[in-house]
T-cell receptor, first 113, second 111 residues
Framework: NAGVTQTPKFQVLKTGQSMTLQCAQD?????MSWYRQDPGMGLRLIHY???????DQGEVPNGYNVSRSTTEDFPLRLLSAAPSQTSVYFC????????????FGPGTRLLVL | SQQGEEDPQALSIQEGENATMNCSYK?????LQWYRQNSGRGLVHLIL?????REKHSGRLRVTLDTSKKSSSLLITASRAADTASYFC???????????FGAGTRLTVKP
């Protein structure tokens, strides 16, 4: 199993550009989530999904969209990038929400100029 | 806002010593988890303790949970240089599907 994979590893954007961060898992997990981690801070939840076709907002959802058309994939879209979105983004999955270990991807480092 | 708050923010000890980190949270929870993050890497799950449990062990790790005080502690015994990392607590809030992380404790173990 590859576990949780994220692409790209690193991305530079200009303010106003859009992009999609990819996340995929091959463990048949129902629960997937996106976090951002800023320097010296813990992870803040952006969006999460408890199954295909179901998404919900986390703590810091503004400026981000998600969709969950399949169990395996949970892409995160930045519609119009802003410097405040410069961060490291982590995708995670678990069998169920909260009751099980969350498996994290390696992260995507995003720089918005 | 962050659900969990770790204390201390940073901890530096010598190899062989024990390290204790604390986590406080604000709302009722289903369970609490501890994760480790090595610099520049993703988080790795260490241990999960459910709200009806008071103590749990895993190897050199001991976790306690006091739901009346809304707090948890992580003890790493006989620390090694390889334990150098940031440690985060995360809570699965009661009747809520999202997980909240604290800001973490940065542990440095000197050889």
């Amino acid at each position: 199993n590859a576990g949780v994979t994220q692409t790209p590893k690193f991305q530079v954007l200009k303010t106003g550009q859009s992009m999609t961060l990819q996340c995929a898992q091959d463990m048949n997990h129902e629960y997937m989530s996106w976090y951002r981690q800023d320097p010296g801070m813990g992870l803040r939840l952006i969006h999460y999904s408890v199954g295909a076709g179901i998404t919900d907002q986390g703590e810091v959802p503004n400026g981000y969209n998600v969709s969950r058309s399949t169990t395996e994939d949970f892409p995160l879209r930045l519609l119009s990038a802003a410097p405040s979105q410069t961060s490291v983004y982590f995708c995670a999955s678990s069998a169920t929400s909260g009751e099980e270990t969350q498996y994290f991807g390696p992260g995507t480092r995003l720089l918005v100029l | 806002s962050q659900q969990g708050e770790e204390d201390p923010q940073a901890l530096s000890i010598q190899e062989g010593e024990n390290a204790t980190m604390n986590c406080s949270y604000k709302t009722s929870i289903n369970n609490l988890q501890w994760y480790r993050q090595n610099s520049g890497r993703g988080l790795v799950h260490l241990i999960l303790i459910r709200s009806n449990e008071r103590e749990k062990h895993s190897g050199r790790l001991r976790v306690t949970l006091d739901t009346s005080k809304k707090s948890s502690s992580l003890l790493i015994t006989a620390s090694r240089a390889a334990d150098t990392a940031s440690y985060f607590c995360a809570t699965d809030r009661y009747n809520n599907n999202d997980m909240r992380f604290g800001a973490g404790t940065r542990l440095t173990v000197k050889p």
